[in-house]
């Protein structure tokens, strides 16, 4: 059974620093991108970061961009996402959702399999 569980959520500073955490199950790490997605409040869900099936490449959201750090540690079947330097529009639900692909894809609607979301509120 392919399971994501993300956590690492919480109340955050601006200025400050947060990291999530995104566990799998049932999937096998070198076939999948693996991507976090942000719904902040009231809004649409929204891309924010991805890493590619190897690892090598990475891609983000222009409004985390040098803020924002994914990685993966196939040892421990865990993605992170390290915030930085957060802001108060960075306020949102964070998915992590795996796509099986060859490539980056930064449609929502195309990934199958997401976790349950964990909350990150950003204090100004």
């Known amino acids: 059974q392919r399971q994501l569980v993300e956590s690492g959520g919480g109340l955050g500073q601006a200025g400050g620093s947060l990291r999530l955490s995104c566990v799998y199950s049932?999937?096998?790490?070198?076939?999948?991108?693996m991507t976090w997605f942000r719904q902040p409040p009231g809004k649409e869900l929204e891309f924010v970061a991805a890493?590619?099936?190897?690892?090598?490449?990475?891609f983000y959201a222009e409004s985390v961009e040098g803020r924002f750090t994914i990685s993966k540690d196939s040892a421990n079947n865990t993605v992170y996402l390290q915030m930085t330097n957060l802001k108060p529009e960075d306020t949102a639900d964070y998915y992590c959702?795996?796509?099986?692909?060859?490539?980056?894809?930064?449609?929502?609607?195309?990934?199958?399999?997401w976790g349950q979301g964990t909350q990150v509120t950003v204090s100004s």
């Open positions: 959702a795996a796509d099986y692909s060859a490539v980056i894809r930064l449609d929502h609607s195309k990934y199958t399999w």
């Open positions: 890493i590619g099936r190897t690892g090598g490449e990475r």
């Open positions: 049932g999937l096998s790490f070198s076939g999948y991108v």
